[in-house]
């Protein structure tokens, strides 16, 4: 099994305005079942989505509009697929992705202008696939470099320890919850 998710960091912007702008409300789902928000250190707000197009669809465009520096990844362990973005402005200034169906071996696409820290980034995670015996290595260690990029800038990786977060919901599902929890007091 692996990770299969979405998440989405914006700078200076609190998990409050991040559920205000996705129209979301506090829920009672369990972690990593449903969308979830929480702080991160260094003044981020992180969105987790379960759903790998989903929080790169309306989520993500909500978000950057916001008009902070945004950061956005989503992983698809089972295919090996990686990508990470980022925003200024509202606006994609970069993306990188690393795609074993679809990319030749020891390559990931780059689009825009990634931060200064790639370079450093991509010669480690190549220097360590070569170490693990290249394209035999049984490893796609390139995977990481997008995830690797993302958590640089602001901290998060979905496969270290995650920040306390909330669960969320749309707006009216966690208050009310369905008809007869209403009907019959439950909450």
Same mark, same amino acid.
Request: hydrophobic share 40%; with cysteine.
């Given at each position: 099994?692996?990770?299969?998710?979405?998440?989405?960091?914006?700078?200076?912007?609190?998990?409050?305005?991040?559920?205000?702008?996705?129209?979301?409300?506090?829920?009672?789902?369990? @972690?990593? $079942?449903?969308?979830?928000?929480?702080?991160?250190? #260094? !003044?981020?707000?992180?969105? +987790? &989505?379960?759903?790998? /197009?989903?929080?790169?669809?309306?989520?993500?465009?909500?978000?950057?509009?916001?008009?902070?520096?945004?950061?956005?990844?989503?992983?698809?362990?089972?295919?090996?697929?990686?990508?990470?973005?980022?925003?200024?402005?509202?606006?994609?200034?970069?993306?990188?992705?690393?795609?074993?169906?679809?990319?030749?071996?020891?390559?990931?696409?780059?689009?825009?202008?990634?931060?200064?820290?790639?370079?450093?980034? @991509?010669? $480690?995670?190549?220097?360590?696939?070569?170490?693990? #015996? !290249?394209?035999?290595?049984? +490893? &796609?260690?390139?995977? /990481?470099?997008?995830?690797?990029?993302?958590?640089?800038?602001?901290?998060?990786?979905?496969?270290?320890?995650?920040?306390?977060?909330?669960?969320?919901?749309?707006?009216?599902?966690?208050?009310?919850?369905?008809?007869?929890?209403?009907?019959?007091?439950?909450?």
């Amino acid at each position: 099994m692996g990770l299969s998710l979405a998440w989405i960091a914006v700078k200076g912007v609190t998990p409050e305005a991040v559920m205000e702008a996705l129209g979301l409300e506090p829920g009672d789902g369990g @972690r990593r $079942k449903q969308a979830q928000v929480g702080a991160l250190p #260094g !003044g981020w707000t992180l969105y +987790v &989505d379960p759903d790998f /197009e989903r929080g790169f669809g309306q989520p993500l465009d909500r978000l950057a509009a916001l008009g902070a520096a945004t950061v956005a990844a989503r992983q698809e362990d089972h295919v090996v697929y990686a990508e990470a973005r980022g925003y200024e402005a509202g606006r994609e200034v970069w993306r990188v992705v690393r795609d074993s169906e679809q990319e030749p071996y020891m390559h990931v696409a780059v689009t825009g202008e990634p931060p200064p820290q790639f370079e450093a980034i @991509r010669a $480690k995670a190549f220097a360590e696939q070569e170490a693990e #015996g !290249g394209e035999e290595a049984g +490893v &796609d260690l390139i995977y /990481e470099i997008p995830l690797e990029l993302a958590r640089s800038l602001c901290g998060f990786k979905a496969d270290e320890e995650w920040p306390d977060l909330t669960p969320v919901g749309a707006a009216g599902a966690a208050k009310g919850g369905g008809f007869f929890a209403r009907l019959f007091g439950k909450r």
